[in-house]
């Protein structure tokens, strides 16, 4: 079993910043593919940037360029820096890990962009 908590969400207004993290535990060393999603109201959850445990990374056409995945393995964290942010990111954004048999998702963290 892998646990994943997220946290870093907020308000914030367009062309602001947040940076959210998510703090894994257990059976980490079995994720082969780490990654974050979002959902915003009314819509499907879609995926917005994905790491690898091999260092390659992917990004929703929509954020290229704005947010950037990372992971620090000495601190089994992930992050995801969001820059210029608009208000269609609005949304709760959850962090996902992939394991061979496995799919574990945190409890999720609202980003509610304003004017």
């Known amino acids: 079993q892998v646990q994943l908590v997220e946290s870093g969400g907020g308000l914030v207004q367009p062309g602001g910043s947040l940076r959210l993290s998510c703090a894994a535990s257990?059976?980490?060393?079995?994720?082969?593919?780490w990654g974050w999603y979002r959902q915003a109201p009314g819509k499907q959850r879609e995926l917005v940037a994905t790491a690898a445990r091999a260092g390659n990374t992917n990004y929703a056409d929509s954020v290229k360029g704005r947010f950037t995945i990372s992971r620090d393995n000495t601190e089994n964290t992930m992050y995801l820096q969001m820059n210029s942010l608009k208000p269609e990111d609005t949304a709760v954004y959850y962090c996902n890990a992939q394991a061979v048999a496995s799919r574990y998702w945190g409890q999720g963290t609202q980003v509610t962009v304003f004017s």
């Open positions: 257990g059976r980490i060393a079995s994720i082969y593919l």
